[in-house]
């Protein structure tokens, strides 16, 4: 399974980016998915993830640090789940990672770079 991430780059802080991940076409609704990163001598940590349910048995959660700031939809009739960011912080710098989890087997994507700096 392939993981695309895209939306990567420089920003002001204070403002807003969209990463969209691309997966395995409308097989995507059937896995958990979700968003680490990873910035240079820390260890890869989660930012968000959403689950397979539906309507009311969807279930999102989000690292501390980024609560009220970003948000982790599902698009695209579900082939593609997206990171979108707002306020962003320079300490929110980092390679940012798609993770898809099915039935145990876990992927990744290759990583996108976000750099928050004025």
């Known amino acids: 399974v392939q993981l695309v991430e895209s939306g990567g780059g420089l920003v002001q802080p204070g403002g807003s980016l969209r990463l969209p991940c691309a997966g395995p076409g409308r097989a995507f609704v059937y896995y958990n998915l979700a968003w680490y990163r990873q910035s240079p001598g820390s260890q890869r940590e989660l930012v968000a993830e959403?689950?397979?349910?539906?309507?009311?048995?969807?279930?999102?959660s989000y690292a501390e640090s980024v609560k009220g700031r970003f948000t982790i939809p599902r698009e695209e009739s579900n082939e593609i789940v997206s990171l979108q960011m707002s306020g962003l912080k320079p300490e929110d710098s980092a390679d940012y990672y798609c993770n898809a989890d099915v039935g145990g087997i876990t992927y990744w994507g290759q990583g996108t770079p976000v750099t928050v700096a004025s």
């Open positions: 959403i689950n397979t349910g539906v309507g009311s048995r969807q279930v999102k």
